[in-house]
């Protein structure tokens, strides 16, 4: 019998990959809201400095995968595969943003759950040792997502309480093999070998957190600077972060079609897929510290906790959902919360992983959504299906 096989749609690594690093950048919204300090690199500039919204969301990833392989201290020629994707169609933001690097590429699609889909198949390749470094990647924007999906910025029309504001950013994670040994206690990382290098930043070591509104706020209002690089934000590698299974999703299709209330449309496959996960491993919600969904929102949240409920699994008071994580939406007027690739990948990034890594968070299943809808579709009056895909993270 196959011990890494887990029920209908789980595995369970018996040789548990690490992830090495992690990189968030993000927009000007983004840099706004609770997770300020936490971003890695933070622009006024939500275009980069790019002339469109397409350009700019490649520039993102540029500088997410970048600063991963620098914290990680590799070169990219050391990933033996890349796997990313975007929301926009054939993927361009990714192809433009990653073709410099010149790694090996799978180009993805889960829409926003495609973090949870990259860092699956990353950690799948890493741990049957096809290479000794893998990177996921993926990214989203509000102007290119509202230019494909909606409407031009420039039209202004007005949105629904349910709808959700796409996260401009982006997030990039090195998975290595459980061969591969950590970096030292101290910290120090070896240069990269050639290839992409980046001096080393300076900057002082992040704020603590003072959690006033939300256990994720952290201190007062910071104005990202002109170069755009948080300077609260130490640049470390991570030593005790494991990816220790996956439960793949399925997609579910509750019939419903309105794409202004994508929570809702979500939170079935959301629900669909943390219960199989307690099934495929013989869990209950109790195992893990934080159950973290991608970008549910307030109105998804709830009904996946009603739907979970009705199942006899009670996830209150251990469920976090990254799209009320990211933002404050009493201050920021986004309504149900945030989405897109970029939510759940900067959350996971910037807030998640560090406390994995600082043992306060022993266990976490990660469920990036996706709501698997297109222009043509929504245009053709059909529903709205979602995905959500597990990752289970451990500290070691």
């Keep these: ?38 971003f890695d690199r933070a622009e006024k500039d939500d275009l980069f400095g790019a002339q469109t919204w397409e350009e700019a969301e490649s520039t993102m990833q540029k500088e997410a995968c970048m600063t991963a392989l620098h914290k990680a201290g590799i070169s990219a020629e050391e990933i033996r595969y890349l796997f990313g994707g975007d929301l926009l169609r054939q993927g361009i933001a990714t192809s433009m943003g990653v073709e410099d690097f010149q790694i090996p590429m799978f180009g993805l699609y889960g829409a926003c759950s495609t973090s949870g889909e990259a860092l699956a198949l990353a950690a799948m390749s890493a741990s049957a040792g096809y290479g000794r470094y893998m990177m996921a990647v993926t990214s989203s924007h509000f102007g290119s997502a509202e230019k494909e999906f909606r409407f031009p910025l420039g039209y202004a029309n007005q949105r629904p309480l349910s709808a959700q504001w796409t996260v401009t950013g982006s997030g990039a994670f090195v998975v290595a093999g459980a061969d591969v040994p950590p970096e030292p206690e101290s910290g120090t990382k070896r240069e990269p070998e050639s290839g992409m290098k980046r001096e080393p930043e300076s900057g002082m070591k992040r704020e603590p957190e003072i959690g006033t509104k939300h256990e994720s706020e952290i201190g007062t209002k910071r104005e990202p600077g002109a170069s755009g690089k ?11 972060v494991r990816i220790t299974g996956i439960t793949v999703g399925k997609i579910v299709d509750y019939g419903l079609k309105d794409s202004q209330n994508m929570g809702a449309c979500m939170a079935p496959a959301a629900m669909d897929t943390i219960s199989r996960n307690f099934e495929d491993m013989g869990r209950s919600a109790g195992y893990y510290d934080r159950i973290i969904t991608g970008d549910l929102g307030c109105i998804g949240s709830s009904i996946l906790t009603d739907l ?89």
């Excluded at 789980?10 to 927009?27: E, H, K, M, N, T």
């Excluded at 300077?231 to 470390?236: G, L």
């Excluded at 979970?308 to 149900?336: N, P, S, Y």
């Design 1 to 38: 019998m196959n011990e890494i096989v887990k029920g209908k749609q789980s595995l369970l690594f018996l040789q548990a990959p690490r992830i090495v690093s992690a990189s968030s950048v993000v927009g000007s919204k983004e840099a706004e809201g609770p997770l300020r300090k936490l």
């Design 230 to 240: 948080n300077e609260s934000r130490e640049e470390t590698c991570f030593r005790h």
């Design 308 to 396: 979970l409920k009705g199942q006899g699994h009670d996830i209150r008071g251990r469920h976090l959902d990254c799209g009320m994580t990211v933002f404050d939406r009493e201050t920021q007027d986004t309504h149900a919360g945030g989405s897109g690739c970029g939510c759940a990948a900067v959350t996971l990034a910037a807030y998640v992983l560090p406390k994995i890594e600082s043992g306060e968070w022993g266990r976490v299943l990660f469920v990036p959504t996706g709501a698997l809808m297109s222009t043509v579709s929504f245009n053709e009056g059909a529903s709205v299906p979602g995905i959500a895909h597990g990752i289970v993270l451990e500290h070691f």
